[in-house]
């Protein structure tokens, strides 16, 4: 069936809008669940491996070794300021033919344990928690295998789950072992060095435990992010930046499609106005021509958006090595929907303006 004059034309821009506005509502819901999970990961630093408040190094007035450790754990045990503590121990062993910095908890008071992004933390000395990347370099997988060397000889280590690797000395949170502090004795010997990490008991001035505990020890280390993280934080505007791009491009697709719309359907607007179409009524059906792309745009765009946010976040996080938690920005889907509603009848405003405007007798004259 023959199409009539304009008609095939007009579906151009309609189709065309019709894809700047899912594209741009897709292109700006990935940035928004991106740029939140990126948030939320600098915000909580258990998601790379800092599961808790601060930390009393080797570098402190107690030398390295053990000696922080046995001159601090019994004071500090005692003191009502802090939770949870736990001893840990770091040192360079064999794993698969390959050097790993191992890291081995021992609890001393209350509960601190390493963060787990998949299985569960080791539990005896022959289980092991990899980073992603010592995964990967490896050649294993949670519940594999993989062969050490210990102290007294070869060991057989079992693979019980991955996560971060806290930043204690190395930015490589996706690369060495989380293990129990048996574990790390076996395979290190005596080599390596012990750090304190603790816990504040809820209700403590932060602040001040902190600066008390300095002067006790030397130094405290709070939160220290890894290069990874920090790197990403100070791209961290990037996102937002995109998103706004990718809503102007829908706006441009949506007003030229509407613009080029008008010009060719004047036709079809004079014989509305000539079988009695108010101004008004023109003008209105522009408007909602323009919603209904924005509500298609929406109604693709925004599930589209999600996924390949949530994907985008995911390989970022699986590269970094930190757990993958992506979030959903609901107050921001809120926003969208509304924004993009409103930018609807504002983009509408000059073609259905230019609508209104439509003289039946010269357009069908014309005719």
């Known amino acids: 069936m023959a199409l009539e004059p304009g008609r ?24 928004s669940v991106f740029a939140t999970s990126l948030a939320g990961l600098v915000r909580t630093p258990a998601l790379y491996g800092w599961n808790w408040d601060a930390s009393v190094p080797k570098s402190g007035p107690a030398g390295g070794g053990e000696s922080v450790v046995d001159r601090y754990a019994a004071d500090l045990g005692a003191d009502p300021a802090i939770a949870d503590m736990a001893a840990l121990r770091i040192a360079y062993a064999e794993m698969g033919g390959e050097e790993v910095i191992a890291h081995g908890f021992r609890i001393l008071k209350g509960t601190v344990a390493p963060t787990v992004s998949e299985g569960h933390a080791a539990e005896g000395p022959d289980e092991v928690v990899l980073g992603d990347e010592t995964l990967r370099r490896l050649g294993t997988h949670i519940g594999g ?43 290190g010997g005596p080599e390596g060095y012990s750090e ?25 280390i709070a939160d220290k992010p890894p290069s990874d993280v920090a790197n990403l934080e100070r791209v961290q505007a990037l996102p937002a930046a995109l998103a706004a791009f990718l809503a102007l491009l829908a706006v441009l697709a949506v007003g030229h499609a509407l613009v080029v719309t008008v010009r060719r359907r004047r036709r079809d607007l004079a014989v509305l106005k000539v079988l009695g179409f108010r101004r008004a009524q023109v003008s209105a059906t522009v408007a909602w021509q323009a919603g209904l792309l924005v509500l298609v745009g929406l109604a ?14 995911t390989l970022v996080a699986n590269a970094a090595g930190v757990v993958n938690r992506p979030e959903i920005p609901v107050v921001a889907l809120a926003v969208t929907v509304g924004a993009a509603l409103l930018m609807a009848n504002v983009v509408a405003a000059f073609p259905a303006w230019a609508a209104a405007r439509t003289r039946p007798a010269l357009v069908l004259r014309a005719e």
């Open 300 to 313: 693709i765009g925004v599930p589209l958006g999600l996924v390949a946010g949530r994907w985008a976040w």
């Open 8 to 31: 095939g034309r007009t579906a151009v821009p309609v189709r065309t809008g019709l894809a700047g506005a899912v594209l741009g509502v897709a292109g700006l819901v990935a940035a």
């Open 196 to 220: 304190l990490v603790l816990n504040w008991a809820p209700g403590t001035d932060e602040e001040a435990a902190r600066k008390s505990l300095a002067q006790r020890v030397g130094i405290v």
């Open 145 to 187: 295998t993989i062969e050490a060397r210990g102290v007294e000889g070869p060991l057989t280590l079992r693979v019980v789950g991955r996560g971060p690797i806290p930043y204690i000395d190395t930015d490589a949170v996706a690369d060495g072992a989380l293990m129990t502090r048996q574990g790390v004795d076996r395979l």
